[in-house]
């Protein structure tokens, strides 16, 4: 996938200025999402192409398609245990095909699902959908909200 990037002035002149919007480098076939790691963790997928080692298929991983709120969450990649940053390709079907799957991470996210419903359906899933205020690059908040999705198991 190329990437086309040009200068945040710009690009950020045509994103919308609030509600819940999926800002991501995407075309029709693939979408690139964000994930910090520990450096190992982060090493091991880099030199290995996939994860393992001291990674953990059973803990959830959240990916973030909005780069600059992955900055902004992993303290530009200063906090511990985010000090390396990846970007993952996913094909785009497999990505909405996570959206379709996804449970709202709290009870506040699916009003439409009672409390034993939604908690049914977060013990029968893998996927987690979470929104999230965005930030400026200077660290505001905006009163744009950035998804992120919490990953776990064979997902």
Do not use: C
Not at 44 to 65: D, E, H, L, Y
Request: a positive charge; proline letters at 6%; charged letters at 20%.
């Amino acid at each position: 996938m190329l990437l086309r990037t040009e200068p945040l002035t710009l690009q950020s002149a045509r994103w919308p200025a609030q509600g819940r919007h999926i800002l991501a480098h995407f075309d029709d076939h693939h979408i690139v999402v964000y994930q910090a790691y520990r450096p190992e963790i982060a090493t091991f997928a880099v030199n290995r192409g996939r994860f393992g080692g001291s990674f953990s298929f059973t803990r959830m991983s959240w990916i973030k398609p909005n780069f600059l709120w992955m900055m902004y969450r992993s303290g530009w990649a200063s906090k511990a245990g985010q000090e390396r940053v990846l970007a993952l390709t996913l094909p785009r079907a497999e990505f909405d095909s996570l959206l379709r799957d996804a449970v709202a991470s709290s009870l506040s996210g699916a009003p439409h699902l009672t409390p034993e419903a939604w908690r049914s359906a977060v013990a029968r899933s893998d996927v987690r959908l979470q929104w999230d205020p965005d930030h400026a690059p200077d660290g505001r908040p905006v009163a744009r909200w950035a998804l992120q999705l919490g990953l776990r198991g064979e997902t």
